[in-house]
């Protein structure tokens, strides 16, 4: 038996809040069958001095201020809760192209860094992957060229109130100053010009990984890497990610998705 909490009424944080409409669904007699009367709906709402409007009815903008469930002015009922970090984190600004979390989350597990890690990445671009890194390790220092792409990595670190990334406005195919660095991520056209870099900065037993959309970039990557004398190759993959569509008895992969983003490359450095 679910319990419904209605909206507490002491205001909650003052931070962004999802508000979400569950799908309803109901059994009609003469069809013999459930049909969804209700579809799913989710917002992400920043300002909660303005009341938020749905098809499904308005919310006044003292109840978006609570948790737990609320109703609009029509009696439909909503959730209400804090926006979390990943809700935040999928609101931020995209200068260039993201690396999915797919792709963030098997770098994580694959290197093992930790609280104690202290990670060298590039280019910033939109600082998607420097922000779920900095979750997780010590310090991630971010190099980035254009101004642009620094300044939105920048204002997203900012938003997010994030405080162990230091961005630098260099290129990673220069050397750099960091020293026994526990991993490099590159997110770079030319990585392969960042090796020298990558060996200077990691230390022995340090991991460098590359991210790249392309079969060329990556295989120039892998050949420059097997003739270094500081790097192993450890493995290329490419992470496919299928979402199902899971409607009572429909269930089945979806028809519309992405297949490809990027390969990973690991490589490790010996010595
Ligand atoms: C695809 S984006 C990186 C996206 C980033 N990984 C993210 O998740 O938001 C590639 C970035 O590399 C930057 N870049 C290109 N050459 C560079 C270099 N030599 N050093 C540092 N950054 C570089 C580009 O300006 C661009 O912003």
Known sequence: MSVKKQGSKAPSKAGPKVVIRKAKKQFFEDL??????????????????KPLSTKYGTIKADDLKKTGVVLSDTKKEFNVFDASFIDKYRRIR?????????????????????????VVEGGSGSGAL????????????????????????R????????KNIVFAHRSLYAPIKQKAVDLMCLDLPEPW???????????????????????????DFVNAVLKHDSFVHLK????????????????RPKSKQIVHSGFLTFCRKIR
């Not at 013999?32 to 001095?49: C, I, M, N, Q, W």
């Open 32 to 49: 013999g069958r459930e049909v969804t009367v209700t579809k799913p709906v989710s917002f992400y709402v920043a300002d909660l001095d």
């Open 155 to 162: 204002e997203n670190v900012r938003s997010l109130g994030i």
């Open 94 to 118: 995209r200068a260039p192209q993201i690396i999915p979390l797919k792709d963030i989350g098997v770098i994580l597990a694959f290197t093992g860094v930790g609280r104690d890690s202290v």
């Open 236 to 251: 290329t993959v490419d992470i496919i990610e299928q979402e199902w569509q899971v409607e009572g008895r429909k269930v």
């Open 193 to 219: 010009d960042a090796l020298g870099t990558a060996d200077k900065a990691l230390k022995p037993g340090g991991f460098l990984v590359s991210y790249s959309p392309t079969v060329p970039q990556t295989q």
């Open 130 to 153: 420097a922000i779920l890194l900095s979750r997780y390790v010590k310090k991630v220092y971010s190099y980035e060229v254009n101004d642009e792409h620094l300044e939105v990595a």
